[in-house]
């Protein structure tokens, strides 16, 4: 089978966007437990997941969905609902940041809600992914044709991963750094093409 570079690379970015969400989980299941969390690294990866896939990777699949729906393929309750996820998830990301900045200047009323709005962001994405994956991935392979590819690549951002990518920001780095650790812990290589860096300092707090 014919591989498809736009549809690979959606699915690279969601492994990669997979180990945020991994990062985010952990995070909250610390703050559950009343367990010290490190609310800095939390707050980085919900900016990240905030300001990269809205971009880049949503606007993306959105236009894969424009082309099926053109084509008359039998998915119109599937892209109206992964629709309505896209801008739920980008509400809830707001949200969160919003309240793990909140919690880190010591308001505790903030810890309820972000578990709560947490918990509903990481069950929405794990759904929106296996929705994209399962039904609406292989259905662009199967009704779109070469120039709705050729379309979709030409209307795309076209911006490097300020985190996974070949020119990462400092913005990242703290963050870089946790996963950079976690895939060694794990045996599993990080899917990106930076340098490892020297060393890098702890960011005090995740600006918008």
Same mark, same amino acid.
């Given at each position: 089978?014919?591989?498809?570079?736009?549809?690979?690379?959606?699915?690279?970015?969601? &492994?990669?966007?997979?180990?945020?969400?991994?990062?985010?989980?952990?995070?909250?299941?610390?703050?559950?437990?009343?367990?010290?969390?490190?609310?800095?690294?939390?707050?980085? &990866?919900?900016?990240?997941?905030?300001? $990269?896939?809205?971009?880049?990777?949503?606007?993306?699949?959105?236009?894969? $969905?424009?082309?099926?729906?053109?084509?008359?393929?039998?998915?119109?309750?599937?892209?109206?609902?992964?629709?309505?996820?896209?801008?739920?998830?980008?509400?809830?990301?707001?949200?969160?940041?919003?309240?793990?900045?909140?919690?880190?200047?010591?308001?505790?009323?903030?810890?309820?809600?972000?578990?709560?709005?947490?918990?509903?962001?990481?069950?929405?994405?794990?759904?929106?992914?296996?929705?994209?994956?399962?039904?609406? $991935?292989?259905?662009?392979?199967?009704?779109?044709?070469?120039?709705?590819?050729?379309?979709?690549?030409?209307?795309?951002?076209?911006?490097?991963?300020?985190?996974?990518?070949?020119?990462?920001?400092?913005?990242?780095?703290?963050?870089?750094?946790?996963?950079?650790?976690? &895939? &060694?812990?794990?045996?599993?290589?990080?899917?990106?093409?930076?340098?490892?860096?020297?060393?890098?300092?702890?960011?005090?707090?995740?600006?918008?």
């Amino acid at each position: 089978m014919r591989v498809n570079p736009t549809i690979e690379k959606l699915r690279r970015e969601h &492994a990669e966007m997979r180990r945020i969400v991994i990062l985010i989980r952990t995070q909250l299941d610390l703050l559950e437990r009343h367990v010290e969390l490190d609310l800095v690294l939390l707050t980085n &990866a919900l900016y990240y997941m905030r300001k $990269f896939p809205s971009v880049v990777h949503h606007p993306k699949e959105e236009l894969i $969905f424009e082309k099926l729906l053109a084509r008359g393929a039998p998915v119109q309750k599937e892209v109206e609902q992964l629709h309505a996820q896209h801008q739920e998830i980008y509400a809830l990301e707001d949200n969160l940041i919003e309240l793990a900045l909140a919690l880190q200047k010591g308001d505790s009323q903030a810890r309820a809600r972000l578990l709560e709005f947490g918990r509903h962001y990481l069950a929405i994405q794990a759904l929106h992914v296996e929705t994209e994956e399962r039904i609406l $991935f292989p259905a662009a392979l199967q009704n779109l044709r070469a120039y709705d590819w050729k379309d979709v690549r030409k209307k795309s951002v076209s911006i490097d991963d300020p985190l996974f990518g070949s020119n990462p920001t400092e913005r990242y780095r703290y963050l870089y750094d946790y996963l950079l650790r976690e &895939a &060694a812990d794990s045996g599993v290589s990080l899917p990106v093409t930076r340098q490892a860096p020297a060393s890098s300092s702890r960011k005090t707090s995740s600006s918008r």
